[in-house]
T-cell receptor, first 113, second 111 residues
Framework: GAGVSQSPSNKVTEKGKDVELRCDPISGHTALYWYRQSLGQGLEFLIYFQGNSAPDKSGLPSDRFSAERTGGSVSTLTIQRTQQEDSAVYLC???????????FGQGTRLTVV | GEDVEQSLFLSVREGDSSVINCTYTDSSSTYLYWYKQEPGAGLQLLTYIFSNMDMKQDQRLTVLLNKKDKHLSLRIADTQTGDSAIYFCAGLRSGNTPLVFGKGTRLSVIA
């Protein structure tokens, strides 16, 4: 596609359920980022994939959060046993790597009720 | 790791200049970026500067970098209502590290 695509755009889930958020990066982009944007909290780094290197998971807030990137393309962010504090907009970005511009998707707004 | 700080709010009158400030902690940051997020939209790169530069100008945008003080600023000349958005400063230490963003500065332009 022309840009980074994220799905779903909105997700409402009950506390305790698992959710999966999907990111389709721009074709050919080797770097992929996940960020979380909470009201008044700015952009919180979650995880970073770069080519075939081991992902940088240093931003994942708890072991309920995990992410994978299959075939160096599509990425899925999974949140298990969701909590109300997980409510936020989850943003995915991709780039050609290095200092190249990161292109962001529109985000998935997650609401945990 | 890198830490990036910004003031949260800025309000200016249409036609005035806006200056958005950012400080960062990691002196080895090699690239510094400004991203813009319009209401309900994703982030878009506005401009960037390499750490070996002091200033970069792009039409109405001027980026100033003071490496000694680890201070980055974005000046928007002749601010318009369409400039109302959240502006994020971001730093990149090296090619294999993630972008680190500040909390964002919400710019409100008053007509």
């Amino acid at each position: 596609g022309a840009g980074v695509s994220q799905s779903p755009s909105n997700k409402v889930t009950e506390k305790g359920k698992d959710v999966e958020l999907r990111c389709d990066p721009i074709s050919g982009h080797t770097a992929l980022y996940w960020y979380r944007q909470s009201l008044g909290q700015g952009l919180e780094f979650l995880i970073y994939f770069q080519g075939n290197s081991a992902p940088d998971k240093s931003g994942l807030p708890s072991d309920r959060f995990s992410a994978e990137r299959t075939g160096g393309s599509v990425s899925t962010l999974t949140i298990q046993r969701t909590q109300q504090e997980d409510s936020a907009v989850y943003l995915c970005a991709s780039s050609l790597g290095g200092q190249a511009e990161a292109f962001f998707g529109q985000g998935t707004r997650l609401t945990v009720v | 790791g890198e830490d990036v700080e910004q003031s949260l709010f800025l309000s200016v009158r249409e036609g005035d200049s806006s200056v958005i400030n950012c400080t960062y902690t990691d002196s080895s940051s090699t690239y510094l970026y400004w991203y813009k997020q319009e209401p309900g939209a994703g982030l878009q790169l506005l401009t960037y500067i390499f750490s070996n530069m002091d200033m970069k100008q792009d039409q109405r945008l001027t980026v100033l970098l003071n490496k000694k003080d680890k201070h980055l600023s974005l000046r928007i000349a002749d601010t318009q209502t369409g400039d109302s958005a959240i502006y994020f400063c971001a730093g990149l230490r090296s090619g294999n590290t993630p972008l680190v963003f500040g909390k964002g500065t919400r710019l409100s332009v008053i007509a």
